[in-house]
């Protein structure tokens, strides 16, 4: 584990780039992002154009995960850029209630796997610092995985998308070290698949961006009182 909570709106850093440095305090996304420009972790980091750290606004309710960069996405070094980005905008406006910038968005891998193939297991590891940082600095209400590999990754599971969605779970899971009592996830199958698979996947994403929003009414806004 890569985190450990300091105080409220800083994050203990473990470094995977440097790892003679155990752990170092990192106060907030921007100095967060200006350490992963430069990672060189793991052998995703030979093939990127850029490193797509994620975006948004840093205190939001909602935080959204991806599984790693695509094409666009490694050109433009932003996340969801692309097809599946579009389509993410839509169920997060049309389901969720939410604008784009008001929501985090980041990847499991922040530089692209080659020829899209899926990340390995010691990439996703390699990075999974970066991205325990980022739920703890946003400190996200919930949290939307999206597919396999944020679900998987976040949740700690092995068992697969389709059986882990339709539950909300709390977060951190078991084996994270505690600090951000009241974040949930919920897991969703990956924009991708939806363009793929057409009308029951796209109708699933749909219910549960719904279950998001009404996570989000349901908890208190952390440091804003009550609903
Ligand atoms: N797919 C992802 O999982 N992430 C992106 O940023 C783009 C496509």
Known sequence: MGVTLSRPGAARFRNPCAQHLRSQ????LSELQAIASSCQGCRLASGRT??????????????VIGEGPGR???????????????????LLAEEAGFERDAVY???V?????????????DEIEACR????????????????????FASKTLLRSELGITRLRGSVYPWPSEGDSPGLGGTVVVPTFHPA?????????LAAMRADFVR?????????VRGKGPL
């Open 25 to 28: 305090a990192v106060a907030d």
């Open 50 to 63: 850029t490193v797509v750290f994620g975006e948004g606004s840093p205190s939001a309710t909602l935080m």
């Open 72 to 90: 666009d996405e490694d050109l433009q070094g932003r996340p969801f850029v692309g097809r599946s980005g579009r389509l993410l905008d839509r």
């Open 105 to 107: 968005i980041a990847n």
């Open 109 to 121: 891998v922040k530089c692209r796997p080659p020829d899209n193939r899926d990340p390995k297991p």
């Open 129 to 148: 610092p970066y991205l325990d940082a980022q739920v703890a600095l946003v400190s996200p209400k919930v949290v939307v995985t999206l597919g396999n």
């Open 193 to 201: 698949a939806a363009l793929r698979g057409g009308g029951e996947v």
């Open 212 to 220: 998001a929003r009404r996570c989000l009414e349901a908890v208190p």
